[in-house]
């Protein structure tokens, strides 16, 4: 009597974050064992489904990933410091960067079937002529983007010694995110500006379709030592989204323009006091930066050679983020489903 097939186990870092948390739950839904990195088990435990296998520690520690790449078919390597004040530049190297090494290195030794390093398009900056693809320069504008295309560099170079993907997200929304909550709360309340006009493009990906591709990049044979983009059908004026997010909640659409150049003048002067204290700054260069930089890009790579096609339309997905929101507590809503 044969024993039955085993699923192939798959880690996935980055795991309690908000698309990391999506992919292993899709992940162990089909049927598949799954292991995770977190600094907190109780924290995964809380959020990840029960037969999740928790390797407690820190990413960037070496012989806490060595131990967790044991035995792993499939490396999703989605953890990352994103921007935050808090976060010193040399925290961003050691998670963005060392840390990849360190899993990098892991996975050749344990020699995985398969790699999916998880980038983001912040790598390309201001997109001038849009859509940029994925042969467009590398351009990063802040700390986060620097490490983030330093550790892409980096994973690549590895494409001869393990199967390796990269994937470059667009802008990642749906229930559950919390980055673009003070999107959405400013123009519910009537106090969103558009600064600089709002006629920069703005590129987003409901949170499903990114883990329908990235299960491509894990699994697809054409994936293998390519770099693909990762977004949603349509990208957007970021005047008219604020107008798609005003219509969802039934709320006017932003009206006021101002000039950028003050507020990105005051933003560097408010990080600099704010940043060495460790206090989140009320304003700063690079969040004024997302109403004047465009983000917009083709994913017709991703869709010829994977047959990657998002499911999620844009209104549709603003729409039940919005309603997640409110459910939540973290908007109030001055309108009736």
Not at 206 to 211: E, F, G, K, Q, R
Request: aromatic fraction near 8%; include cysteine; charge should be positive.
């Amino acid at each position: 009597m044969t024993e039955p097939h085993k699923p192939e186990l798959t880690l996935v870092t980055g795991a309690t974050g908000f698309t990391g948390s999506y992919l292993v739950r899709a992940l162990v839904a089909d049927g598949g064992q799954v292991r995770v990195i977190a600094r907190s088990a109780a924290k995964a435990r809380q959020l990840l489904p029960g037969n999740v296998d928790v390797v407690e520690g820190d990413i960037a520690d070496a012989g806490v990933v060595e131990r967790a790449v044991q035995g792993v078919g499939t490396v999703y390597h989605l953890a990352a410091v994103y921007r935050e004040a808090k976060h010193p530049d040399f925290r961003y190297r050691e998670v963005n960067v060392d840390a990849s090494r360190n899993l990098l290195d892991a996975a050749v030794a344990a020699s995985v079937d398969r790699y999916v390093h998880c980038s983001t398009v912040g790598v390309h900056g201001h997109i001038a002529s849009p859509p940029a693809d994925e042969r467009a320069a590398y351009d990063p504008g802040d700390v986060y983007q620097a490490t983030k295309c330093e550790a892409e560099q980096l994973a690549l170079s590895y494409r001869d010694r393990i199967p390796l993907a990269v994937a470059r997200p667009t802008a990642i929304y749906g229930p559950g995110d919390t980055r673009l909550l003070k999107l959405f709360r400013m123009i519910v309340r009537g106090r969103f500006l558009l600064l600089g006009g709002g006629e920069n493009y703005y590129h987003t990906v409901h949170v499903n379709d990114l883990v329908r591709g990235l299960r491509l990049l894990g699994t697809h044979p054409r994936a293998v030592g390519e770099i693909f983009i990762l977004g949603g059908e349509r990208y957007l004026k970021l005047s008219e989204l604020a107008a798609m997010i005003a219509a969802a909640a039934d709320v006017p659409a932003p009206r006021l323009r101002l000039p950028a150049r003050p507020f990105q003048v005051l933003g560097s002067l408010v990080e600099k006091l704010c940043v060495p204290l460790g206090i989140e700054p009320p304003i700063h260069r690079r969040r004024v930066d997302f109403y004047t930089k465009s983000r917009a890009f083709s994913i017709e790579k991703a869709k010829r050679l994977l047959g990657y096609r998002p499911e999620v339309r844009l209104n549709d997905g603003i729409r039940e983020t919005l309603d997640w929101y409110v459910a939540n507590g973290y908007i109030q809503a001055a309108y009736q489903r």
